[in-house]
C-alpha cells in the first residue's frame, strides 16, 4: 500500500480486550483516504469491534487511534459521529415514514432536516422523492438497507463504515447496494471501510484489503492480495472460503 496517500484512519499497537477475552491484538495499520477498503475474515476476528473503536463507541485499552492525523481522544463526540458515519447489517427503521427515518440523525442534534436534503439523499440511493412519504415498514429488505445508508449519508460523512450491509440481501438488491457504495465513494470522495464475509464482493469493490484473524491484522495491501496471499493463514482462510 503506497504510503503517497494520505490516512483517514490509522491505528497504532492498538489492544481492546472485554473483560478477560483480547478481542483486538496490537493492531497497526492505516486506511487510505478517499478509497474503499474492504475487512475480510473469519467471524470473532474483530472486525465489528474496530469499527466500533473508530467511531468513538468504544476506546481502546492502550495504543492510539487517528483521524486525519488527530487523535481520535481529542475529538468532541458529536464532532466525530459527523466524521464517521456507520452502516450495519441491520437496518433499523423506527417507526413512521422515510422522511422520518432520514431526519432522525439530525433530529438529534436539535435540527431539523432540510426538504431538499432528504430529496438529494434518497435519489443518491436511487429511490423515487414518493418514497419519502412512505411507511418504513412497508419497504423491502433491499430498499431499507438503502434508506439506512441514506439516513447515515445526511451527516455528510467524510468517513462511512459499513458492516455486512448486504449479507442478508438478494443477488439484485446486493448488486445495487454495491454499484451505490462506489457511487458515493466517486461523487464525495467518501472513504469507505466496508467489512464482508463474501470474498469476491471484497475482491470487486475493494481498492485495498485488511485480513484479519483472532484478533490480529494479518496482511493487508492491493485487494489483489486476496488471489494471491502470502501469509500461510489467510492461504488457508482464502482456500477454504472458495471451497
Known amino acids: 500500500m503506497s504510503r503517497d496517500t494520505q490516512a483517514a484512519i490509522q491505528f497504532s499497537h492498538v489492544h481492546y480486550q472485554s473483560g478477560d477475552t483480547k478481542i483486538l491484538n496490537d493492531i497497526t495499520g492505516w486506511f487510505p483516504k478517499n478509497h474503499i477498503t474492504t475487512l475480510v475474515g473469519p467471524s470473532g476476528a474483530g472486525k465489528t469491534t474496530l469499527f466500533r473503536l473508530c467511531n ?42 422515510v422522511r422520518k427515518n432520514l431526519a432522525l440523525p439530525v433530529e438529534l442534534q436539535g435540527e431539523e432536516l432540510p426538504e431538499e436534503t432528504a430529496k438529494e439523499m434518497i435519489r443518491l440511493v436511487g429511490l423515487d422523492e414518493r418514497f419519502l412519504d412512505r411507511n418504513a415498514k412497508d419497504l423491502s429488505g433491499g430498499q431499507r438497507q438503502k434508506v439506512s445508508i441514506a439516513r447515515t449519508l445526511v451527516m455528510k460523512p467524510e468517513i462511512l463504515l459499513l458492516d455486512e450491509i448486504t449479507s442478508s440481501l438478494d443477488r439484485v438488491s446486493q448488486q445495487e447496494i454495491e454499484e451505490l457504495i462506489i457511487r458515493i465513494n466517486e461523487t464525495y470522495q467518501t472513504t469507505i471501510m466496508w467489512i464482508t464475509h463474501n470474498l469476491k464482493q471484497a475482491l470487486s469493490i475493494g481498492e485495498y484489503t485488511w485480513v484479519m484473524m483472532d484478533g490480529e491484522l494479518v496482511e493487508t495491501g492491493e485487494s489483489s492480495l486476496l488471489k494471491d496471499p502470502q501469509n500461510p493463514r489467510v492461504q488457508t482462510f482464502v482456500k477454504g472460503e472458495s471451497e
Open 56 to 97: 468513538g463507541l468504544i476506546s481502546p485499552d492502550s495504543g492510539e487511534i487517528y483521524i486525519d492525523d488527530q487523535k481520535i481522544s481529542s475529538y468532541e463526540p458529536v464532532t466525530l459521529r459527523r466524521k464517521v458515519g456507520i452502516a450495519l447489517q441491520q437496518a433499523v427503521m423506527v417507526p413512521g415514514t
